[in-house]
């Protein structure tokens, strides 16, 4: 009796040790299983960080630009954006569907960060066709705010920007039921029913320009509100 008395307070100890170690490798197993989920969480909102740095370039030349920058340095993986919106033109008698610039002049580079940026310059200064970058060559500035907001409006769309739905109300005001023109109501200067076109302003930095977009009326919806 008195030598189980004595081993009791070793059976004790030994089953918080237990415990205490069951807990430990419960929490290192729960650990390693949330890694892959915070590797993907991180990389996820990396990738929403990114930046994205105007060029200057040749107007009607853009496309010409890309493809001479990506023949002349193929080991520079910079995604290079050309927002493009798709009008019908009459030419010849004939209507065809034409792409052209949404922002004439200007293409458009994702990159985390100005490193990144500054480190590949001089291969962007040395392709022919290149002006400047925004705001200058001695001051790389990422877009922001309402310049940021309005390129990406575009660059997310897959392809050229094709035509918006829209009808008019009862006081013959545009209505935007979905497209390009959606979110953009605020910079229609002019609409042409007849050629079913919408003159928008859009504004980059220190540069202002027109362009027309497409679209498609509709009936009119009481759902939608007026302009």
Known sequence: MPTKWCLAPFFVLCSLLFVLCSLFFAHCS???AQAPLLKTRNHLHNETKMNYYAVQVKTRSEQ??????KSCYPDLNLPL?????QLNIRKGGQIKPVNLAV????????AENNDEIKACQW????????YRFLKSNRDITPLSSRDLE??????NYSGPVGMSKVYF???????????PLSGLEGRILKVDKRKG????????????????????????SPSQGSL
């Open 81 to 85: 954006h050309f927002p493009q919106r």
């Open 64 to 69: 010409k630009f890309i493809q001479l920058f």
């Open 169 to 179: 109300n009862e006081k013959s005001r545009i209505i935007v039921v979905e497209g």
């Open 30 to 32: 729960l650990l390693f």
């Open 150 to 155: 309005l390129v990406l409006h575009f660059i």
């Open 103 to 110: 922002f004439p002049g200007y293409i458009f580079i994702e």
């Open 123 to 130: 291969e962007f200064r040395r392709t022919e066709g290149f």
């Open 197 to 220: 076109r919408a003159k928008i302003n859009l504004d980059l930095f220190d540069d202002s320009f027109t362009i027309d977009l497409a679209f498609e009326v509709l009936e009119a």
